[in-house]
């Protein structure tokens, strides 16, 4: 089959033939019918994430059953599934403590589940590698979904809408009347932004360097669009009576928008690191600002969902018009035009890009 793969730190990314394990026991085979283009992708690929190579990307994707393996109970042939890029192991620590997207078993950057190039181990993002026609993954990294669901939505159900959607709903508790202010409008920010819409925000302040943003962050149903630069912190307290919001949603992944974030956020408030930054990009706060401002620093990993319970929600309120999200697919595009597509959102260009099989 073809994918796409990234050989080193820096060089683009190509569509290569790969070989793909056999179907094991406890696994399912996924043709992939849509897979999305996501910045963590992209980090893997500039370095900002470290991951070993050579490397198939991808790990947001929906498609169809085509064969199951011995011991597969909970999925058939033909059902339609969303790819689940940590699938929680139900009997570590976290899980049972009701924390399973802090799994000890899973989230690993980059396995290796017998994928092979040239006759040699081809590495897989998040043990997935979706970015191609088939996955073969654990029957517990794929949740079922309704087939009427257009599977360009239900790809992204499973990265940028849980993530996004989830730091608004489970991590940050978003309340009617809240204002919250999401920094960074990609596929994660601008889900951020419709769910603080939908949860009844009353100000939901989206913030990008992109002017060309704004349209799509109205779209998702800001109530405000600022550039991120330096009079941000002031622009915020603008539109909040002096005092800066409830919520900061940092849907960028840098220390800078994190800094921006903590400072457009009201004393008392707390701010929400969604983005996955660099582990040497270092955020200076002061011990005096820490105590003075009362704020909360939190992050949110996968949403803080439990993607078997919170996919098969998230797809109910697609398909009876409680979640809009058809503003979120900005283009459509197959393997072919992937590596160009990680090039424009590098340039933060559209919403996101999904790759059609
Ligand atoms: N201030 C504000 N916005 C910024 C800044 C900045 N300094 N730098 C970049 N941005 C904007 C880009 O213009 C773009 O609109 O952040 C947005 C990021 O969007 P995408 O690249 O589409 O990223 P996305 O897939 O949404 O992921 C966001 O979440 O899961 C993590 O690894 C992922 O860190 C990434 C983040
Ligand atoms: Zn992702």
């Known amino acids: 089959m073809r994918g796409l793969v990234v050989r080193g730190v820096g060089t683009p990314p190509r569509v290569e033939p790969v070989e793909l394990p056999a179907t094991g026991r406890g696994q399912v085979r ?19 994430i470290a991951a070993p190579y050579p490397l198939l990307l991808g790990h947001e994707a929906a498609g169809v059953v085509v064969e199951v393996g011995d011991d597969v109970d909970r999925i058939a042939v033909g059902d339609h599934v969303v790819l689940d890029w940590a699938p929680p192991c139900r009997s570590c620590w976290y899980c049972g403590h009701g924390e399973p997207w802090l799994c000890e078993r899973s989230g690993t ?26 996955v073969v993954v654990p029957q ?23 993530t996004g959607v989830g730091a608004i709903r489970r991590t940050a508790d978003v309340r009617p009347g809240d204002s919250v202010a999401v920094i960074g409008l990609g596929g994660v920010g601008l889900s951020a932004v419709a769910a603080a819409r939908a949860a009844g925000a009353a100000r939901v302040i989206a913030v990008d360097v992109a002017p060309a943003k704004a349209e799509l962050a109205h779209a998702a149903g800001a109530t405000d669009f600022l550039l991120a630069d330096d009079t941000l912190s002031r622009a915020v307290r603008s539109l909040t009576d002096g005092r800066g919001v409830d919520h900061a949603v940092e849907c960028v ?12 956020t009201r004393r008392g408030g707390q701010v929400i690191v969604v983005g996955m930054g660099g582990k040497d ?57 992937a590596p160009e597509a990680l090039a424009r959102m590098a340039r933060g260009e559209g919403a996101r890009t999904v790759v059609l099989f």
Not at 145 to 161: I, M, N
Not at 253 to 264: K, L
Not at 306 to 334: K, Q
């Open 281 to 337: 990009d270092m955020v200076a706060l002061s011990a005096l600002e820490i105590f003075h401002s009362a704020r909360t620093l939190r992050s949110s990993v996968y949403g803080s969902s439990d993607p078997d319970r919170d996919v098969p929600e998230l797809a109910r309120a697609v398909l009876d018009g409680t979640l809009d999200l058809d503003f979120l697919v900005t283009d459509r595009i197959t393997l072919d035009d």
């Open 109 to 134: 950057p980059a396995a290796t589940v017998g994928h092979t190039i040239d006759g040699e181990p081809l590495h897989v993002t998040l043990g997935l590698g979706a970015l191609a026609e088939q």
């Open 140 to 162: 517990q990294a794929v949740v079922s979904v309704p087939p009427d669901l257009p599977f360009a939505t239900a790809a992204l159900l499973g990265c940028a809408v849980l």
């Open 30 to 48: 996924v043709a992939v019918r849509a897979a999305g283009v996501c910045h963590s992708d992209l980090s893997m690929v500039d370095g900002t």
């Open 253 to 264: 992944g840098r220390a800078a928008t994190i800094r921006a974030a903590w400072r457009a």
